[in-house]
């Protein structure tokens, strides 16, 4: 079908429009009585079902609808004139631009709370030596009763290799779309539960910690079997069939790249993914129906072993690693170990990996915080030759030319490095040896470290943001939440606050400034010390309890708080070593995430006491949902 689209919208000097549909840019030209229209010679059902308008200027999107438009015209039809009006925010006092699926987070004034914990960390009695997705049914319940209104998780996404320990890295991910084969419900497959079954789940089930490669080859052997003894009729149903055509674009080459890895048929893997879905996707639809949202985890990197990279290695700079700089978390600085992206190359079909995996998020999250939000504006880059984050550098970068440093009067060594992707510019070392220097040699070595790391690039890196993330924050109705710790640059504020992103909030890592109310204020987080670690003594639940509340009394939009942090407020349910409660190090490589819950979701839900004290906490701080 030729369709054209006509919106009227008065610009100003230097604006201009374009069409979005299916993922894709087309500019749209100016005419009389400020009507701006552009023709699709091939237009589509789904352009039509699925589109909106954007305002541009100097290539960047400054304004967005607060959403989509849906047209559905007769079957038949070989040209259609579409007219639209400009989709405002119609909602006084919303504060956000752009419309999210759960109403509830445009409501002025909204404030909520809720409880971070990852999947694999949940214990119950049917589970198997490790959580599953249909261990979040009674937290959700769990949720509900106390008040709250979301759940946060960490990466669900597939990251098998061997099954061993270094598959437990939640945040190195062998498909930014498949779910982890681990969370998945054997016994809504259909196992049978076997004499063999049940002292194999008993004694999983007893870990005080996750046993991985244990819990990886007990698993992998029920799913197998489970395949070969179902797997025939059910790819054989509609449902599948539908699962399959809707998950195409990636899953074909998900199912390839498993398959030659592991020397199975491709089918074994679509199965998998079609029974994850169902049992992932039921236990979000419930959750919605009982008033709690999921909040998803972004990973800012996606590994250089994984289906992405080998089917689209061109969207990926694979001689490098991202990484972060020295800073609270780590004073050497960290190396993730995967590849930064080629954003331009990305650029060139408006981001749309980027959309899809979004989307695929959104079947299940109406939230999503991005990690390593700053990765957006520039990443710290470190050749595949260092393994420490000390010898990184930032990408994209304005580095300096020799006859700059020069004409300083300084040396390049040992203050500065060669910029890989700049042969012939410099950056300054992050932690450079300047001692030996003369002392105004070192005043004018601080004032270009000082210009290199915290203003040079304001305006750059600001762009470069701007460039990517209205494009993705369209892409769905998700809640955007920002990780922004660390050398955060001084244009990345101005850029969440235009952008409506929350902020993250912990006065371990004051930002010296009031709090805004777009934000989530956290106790502690997976990457941290608990709240009862962070003291020089084992705080009492009051103690705690008074923590809670001053995060809770905040403006924050959302206060979300570690189920570590919630359990110390019972002195009978906390755990009794608080030195075990942390999930991660992040100054390890090689840290084995095994951290489990020392009580399951069932007694979690039983527990009146800690129960009522949360849901008083809550609604006493206005912050219980409807």
Known sequence: MKATFKIEYHTRWGESLCLVAQDRKFPMEWGDGDVWSVTLPRCTAADLADHSYVVMENGLIVRTEWKHHKTVLASGMRRADIV???????????????????PRFDIPGFRGAGTAVPVFSLRSRTGFGIGEFNDLRPLVDWAAATGQCMLQLLPVNDTTRKGEWTDSYPYSPVSSFALHPLYMNLQALGVQQT???????EALNALDEIDYPRVFKAKTKYLRQAFLERGGKDMKTAAFRKFRKENAGWLEEYAGFCSKRDSLEPDYYCWMQYHLDLQFGTVADYARNRGVSLKGDLPIGVSGDSAEAY?????????????????FFSADGQNWGFPTYNWDEMAKDDYAWWKSRLRKMARYFDAFRIDHILGFFRIWEIPLTQKSGMFGHFNPALPYTKEEIAAAGLPLDPLFHEDPRNPGLYQPLISPKAGHLPLWQQERFGAFYNDFFFHRHNEFWRINAERKLPELLGATGMLACGEDLGMVPDCVPGVMERERILTLEMKQMDKNRP???LSVCASSSHDMETLRMQMDHDPEPWECE???R???DS???LAIFPIQDWLALDGNLRRADRMRERINDPANPAHKW???????????LASKGLNATIFEMIKSSGRQFD
Request: hydrophobic share 35%.
């Open 84 to 102: 639209d009006n400009w989709i405002d925010c119609p909602i006084p006092g919303c504060p956000f631009t752009r419309e999210h699926q759960n």
């Open 195 to 201: 004499a063999s079954f049940l002292e194999e789940q």
């Open 311 to 327: 089917w689209h290695p061109e969207l990926f700079n694979l001689d490098s690693s991202a990484g972060a700089p020295p800073d």
């Open 515 to 517: 709090w805004p109310a």
């Open 546 to 548: 008074k923590m809670l």
């Open 550 to 552: 001053e995060y809770l």
């Open 555 to 557: 403006c924050c939009m």
């Open 594 to 604: 095994r951290f489990r819950l020392h009580l399951t979701v069932e007694e979690l």
